[in-house]
Each structure stands twice: as structure tokens, then as C-alpha cells.
């Protein structure tokens, strides 16, 4: 989506790394990047002291009592499929309803792309997060396409996530969660449902999971192939991910070679070549020493999945119950979020997420009110199980001082445990003079920091 990336070119930094906003313009990454808010001003070239914990809820204030709603056995009994009896948003009718039924009969008997386990360590992780123990980082594109595909660009996502990892790992001094917003990012929520050019009046693109982007009624048409051509490039994007992952590629041995070819003569470059020498440098001391560096932590790292939970139907199809704890998982993602435009409490989105055991996302923006952020919570973690729930604030750097505050003090009134995330990408937007979306970057950086000092 190169269209949306043109503003992200500034030479401004973001906790002083400059060659992370840059590098994302160029790769034709959406730079919905989220951050765990620090509570202190970290130069990421100078180690600090580990991060104190966050000051969850554990305990609701004394001063506030808890909103009541109803728990998930109250609101009826859930299956994979209960959601089809709630109202459904943002999802087209299909001409061809019996094509759509095969193909999602298909994708049943699909093998999972992810695996519950690998969920279970996710929550285990962002319950780490939840607690000030952990950083996460989230990245990756707005939406992914069909025509984008290949292994240069998963290798160059992967790699630019490495980077900020590494760097925020040794700054903060604490372990950083990584996030692809990848490998399933198929879907585009919209404001409406049709646009017009030219006094023709068609269905709006809303990603390639659904419909074509040229504007003609043959693209635009919902097509239920589609769905089958999105499974498998999750999956092969996933196989190359594991790949990088656990195949000597995510080596911290190789911090040194992890550049792209965009950055060879920048600041940016300079700077992060910087870091990694000194890190190269800790991993020799380390190794003459007698501390191996052969270590799998040392080789490996963990790396996990997210996209937006948008299709129920195609959600639904690879939902599986997990024989070692009898949970059901979507297995399309490890991690899964609803979205600002399908979060209604008595909504389908609602209904299928609060049944499936995967770690949770909820978008926020401005408009969400505090009292039904809480409720929503209680709907989908009702054991209030640290980990579960990500809340992911989107409301632009002029919103974030006056509205974000009264999230944060609902939350914790009512003793809810949640990570706490910012999107400084979404919400932010302008449309440019040439009539382009774009992100300016004083706008990403002051909606960073603002979320910070509130914190503070």
C-alpha cells in the first residue's frame, strides 16, 4: 500500500530510531507498528534500568464499583458458528452462495495454519507485556495483497521487525514480543459500502479477501475463490516465517547483516550499524568468557501472526477444538483482533471472538466510551486471564492527552488486566494535497510519546 506509506520519509526519530520510520516507506509496509507504552524516555543506544511493572488492576478501586454485565454463560451458549445468529457487519453478500458454501466446506478440511500451543505461548507472552515485564512490537501491512506476494517481501518484513526488536530489546532492556501483522491481513473494513466514479456506483474494495481493487463491476464482485487463494498464501507466508525464524536467519550472531538494501548510505544505516556492533561485541565478551552463544535463544526467536478477525465465515472454517486442552482456537492467526467498526456488544464479531482461546485484540479510537470498553472486556475475558486482552489505542495524536486517559482509568477501576498498546498510524491520517492518504510524521511521534506520558 504504497499509497499510504509517502509521509513516513521523515528524518525525525522515534525513541531515537530514525531508520525504522524511514525503513517502512520503502518496503511498502503499513506502518501500523504498536508499542507498549515505557513510562520512562529511553535512549535505545544506552541500556537502562528494566522497565518497572505496569500497575495493573489486580484489585478493583475502592472508590468505584465494578459495571455488571452479563458473564459468557449468561449470554448463551457458543459454538463456532453462534455468531450467525447476531448482527453481521462489514461482510458482502455473495451472488453465489452455494460456490461460497463449497469453498468454505474446502477450507475446513484445510489444515490449520497455526497451532493452539503456539497461541497458548503468545498469551503466556503478552501476559508478560501486561505486567511491565515485556515490550510488544507489532508491524506489518494495512492489508496484504495477492499481487505483493513473494519471498523477497516476507523476508524484508521479517527483517525490519528483527531490527526494531533488537533495538528496543537492548535499549529497554527487556524482552520484546514480535507480532507480524502478516500472513492473513487480507480483509479491509470500510466506512461504507459502495463508491462512485463517473456515475457508476460499485461495490468498494475491501481486500483481497473479498474482492478485486480495480474499479469494475467483474473485480469488484465479491468471489468466494478468494478465500482459498488467501489460505494459501498465509500458509506459505507462514512456512517462509518459521523458516527465518528457527533456520539461523533471526541469529543474534548476524544482528550486523540484518540490513536492507534501501538504508546502505542513510543515517539511519550508520546509526543501527552503531547498535549492532556493540551488541556483536557483548555476544564476543560473552563467547570468551565461556557463556556459549550457541544457545537457542541465542540462534532462534519467536515470532507470532495477527490480522484482523473481518470474515466470520472464513474465521469459522479454521476454527478447531484443541485436543490437549478441549478449547476451541482460531487457527488462522495466533493472535486476532475486532476491529473499531465491528466491536458491538450484541455483534456477530463479538459473539465468535468471545469462544475461540486465542490472545485478543480490541481497536479503540475516540469514539469508544469507557464503560462499554469495560464491558466489552468482560465479554471477551470474563476470568479476567492476563494475556487475553490487548487493548489498542487509535485515535491520533490530538485525541490521545484528552480521551486515552479515561480508557486507562475505566480499565483499571474495574480491576481488568490488559496490555496496553499504540497504533500511531491509524488515526492520524490526512489526505495530501494530491489527494493521497498520508501520515505525517510529527503526528506518529507525538501520538507515541503522548501515550507515554500518560502512563507517567
Not at 4 to 29: E, G, V, W
Not at 38 to 67: E, F
Request: hydrophobic share 40%; aromatic share 8%; proline share 5%.
Amino acid at each position: 500500500m504504497a499509497d499510504l506509506n509517502t509521509s513516513i520519509l521523515s528524518s525525525k526519530s522515534l525513541y531515537n530510531t530514525r531508520f525504522l520510520s524511514a525503513a517502512t516507506s520503502q518496503l511498502h509496509i503499513q506502518p501500523a507498528f504498536s508499542f507498549f507504552p515505557s513510562w520512562k524516555r529511553i535512549n535505545l543506544l544506552t541500556p537502562v534500568h528494566p522497565i518497572s511493572a505496569v500497575k495493573a488492576a489486580n484489585k478493583p478501586s475502592s472508590s468505584s464499583s465494578k459495571v455488571s454485565v452479563p458473564s459468557a454463560a449468561s449470554a448463551g451458549k457458543w459454538s463456532p458458528n453462534s455468531w450467525r445468529s447476531r448482527r453481521l457487519l462489514q461482510i458482502p453478500e455473495y451472488p453465489d452462495k452455494d460456490e461460497l458454501e463449497s469453498v468454505l466446506n474446502t477450507i475446513e478440511n484445510f489444515p490449520p495454519i497455526v497451532f493452539a500451543g503456539e497461541a497458548r505461548s503468545l498469551e503466556e507472552r503478552l501476559a508478560e507485556a501486561a505486567m511491565g515485564s515485556a515490550f510488544l512490537l507489532q508491524g506489518g501491512d494495512c492489508a496484504e495483497s495477492f499481487k505483493e506476494f513473494g519471498a523477497n517481501k516476507i523476508r524484508d518484513t521479517f527483517t525490519l521487525l528483527l531490527q526494531m526488536g533488537v533495538v528496543l530489546m537492548f535499549g529497554g532492556q527487556m524482552p520484546v514480543i514480535k507480532v507480524g501483522r502478516m500472513a492473513g491481513q487480507f480483509a479491509k473494513p470500510r466506512s461504507t459500502d459502495y463508491e462512485e466514479q463517473d456515475g457508476m456506483k460499485l461495490f468498494k474494495y475491501k481486500g483481497d479477501l473479498i474482492n478485486g481493487a480495480a474499479f469494475d463491476e467483474k473485480s469488484r464482485t465479491p468471489d468466494p475463490q478468494r478465500l482459498i487463494r488467501a489460505y494459501c498464501q498465509s500458509a506459505a507466508t507462514l512456512n517462509l516465517l518459521r523458516a527465518f525464524a528457527t533456520g539461523g536467519y533471526a541469529s543474534l550472531q548476524r544482528v550486523t547483516k540484518w540490513n536492507l538494501d534501501f538504508a546502505q548510505h542513510s543515517q539511519q544505516r550508520d546509526r543501527y550499524k552503531e547498535l549492532a556492533h556493540r551488541v556483536d561485541e557483548t555476544l564476543g565478551f560473552m563467547d570468551a568468557a565461556g557463556l556459549t552463544t550457541d544457545h537457542t535463544i541465542m540462534t532462534k526467536t519467536e515470532f507470532w501472526t495477527s490480522h484482523e478477525c473481518l470474515h466470520l465465515a472464513y474465521e469459522e472454517a479454521l476454527t478447531r477444538k484443541d485436543s490437549t486442552s478441549g478449547l476451541y482456537y482460531d487457527c488462522s492467526a495466533h493472535m486476532v483482533w475486532v476491529g473499531e467498526r465491528t466491536r458491538q456488544l450484541d455483534g456477530a464479531h463479538v459473539e465468535f471472538l468471545r469462544g475461540v482461546a486465542n490472545p485478543l485484540g480490541i481497536k479503540v479510537s475516540e469514539k469508544m466510551d469507557p464503560k462499554e470498553l469495560v464491558k466489552l472486556i468482560e465479554i471477551l475475558n470474563p476470568r479476567n486471564k492476563p494475556g487475553r486482552i490487548t487493548v489498542i489505542s487509535r485515535m491520533g495524536a490530538e485525541n490521545m492527552r484528552v480521551k486515552f486517559p479515561h480508557l486507562i482509568r475505566a480499565v483499571r477501576q474495574a480491576g481488568q488486566i490488559v496490555t496496553w498498546v499504540c497504533d500511531p498510524m491509524h488515526g492520524n491520517t490526512i489526505i495530501a494535497p494530491c489527494g493521497r492518504r498520508a501520515r505525517p510524521f510529527d503526528a506518529i511521534l507525538k501520538g507515541v510519546i503522548r501515550e507515554e506520558y500518560i502512563w507517567r
